[in-house]
């Protein structure tokens, strides 16, 4: 059963959801963002938080302040940030969990990977889709802080991810930490959707992104 709390955010609030396991697997707790053009309720997210609690984690969704507010302008990076740390500390009191993962989509898992960087308390980082560059701008990389991740990492994104060129990303995985991991899912974009042609379907992406994060929680 479904949790909704409101949060503060120094002197405004957002919306968080937790939603427990659907299995008893105990793998602890993802508080996964969203990405710039959706909010906690968007496909993606969804799509996320129902593939992860299949495979044991309980999941958090949550609005970041500019989307609580029904805008489509994202907020400045220390806001996301001061955000997502607000959610991080409720869920830290409400439950307590026994691993606390970090991440979520595209901005959302950029916003965790930053915070990370900086040392924040966290067991894990769970990124997907990450964006490594802006769409048509490859030169234009976000990568400066991922060498300065040290707990464990495991990064989900689509071999046709327009914002996150695989050449480009193999060139960072060279100087990032060992516990840093990348999976490609072969044929999906950035919304990890794949062509008819591929053979494959989005819940086979689904399934394997599923796959993989169950058995990176076994070895983290």
């Given amino acids: 059963m479904s ?5 503060p ?21 993802f508080v996964c963002a969203h990405g710039a053009g959706e909010g906690m309720s968007g496909r993606g997210i969804l799509a996320a938080a129902a593939t992860m609690r299949a495979r044991g984690l309980d999941v958090v969704r949550f609005n ?5 507010k029904g805008s489509g302008r994202p907020d400045p990076m220390p806001l996301l940030q ?13 439950l307590p969990p026994s691993r606390m993962i970090i991440g979520g989509r595209s901005m959302g898992g950029r916003a965790a990977s930053m915070m990370a960087a900086d040392g924040f308390p966290c067991d894990g980082l769970l990124l997907l889709a990450y964006p490594l560059h802006p769409e048509g701008q490859p030169e234009k990389l976000r990568d400066a802080h991922l060498p300065s991740i040290t707990v ?8 046709r991810d327009g914002l996150c060129r695989r050449d480009l990303m193999e060139e960072v995985l060279k100087r990032v930490d060992p516990r840093f991991r990348m999976h490609w899912l072969e044929g999906a974009d950035h919304s990890w959707h794949v062509l008819k ?3 494959r379907t ?3 992406v689904q399934d394997e992104a599923g796959r993989v994060t169950q058995e990176w929680l076994s070895q983290a």
């Fill in 3 to 7: 949790t909704t709390w409101r949060v």
């Fill in 9 to 29: 955010v120094g002197s405004e609030e957002t919306t968080a959801v937790f939603e427990p396991a659907a299995t008893s697997a105990g793998s602890g707790v």
């Fill in 64 to 68: 970041f302040l500019y989307k609580e």
């Fill in 82 to 94: 001061k955000c997502f740390t607000a959610v991080v500390d409720r869920v830290r009191t409400e």
């Fill in 152 to 159: 464990p990492t495991l990064c989900l994104s689509g071999t």
């Fill in 197 to 199: 042609s591929s053979g």
């Fill in 202 to 204: 989005d819940a086979d």
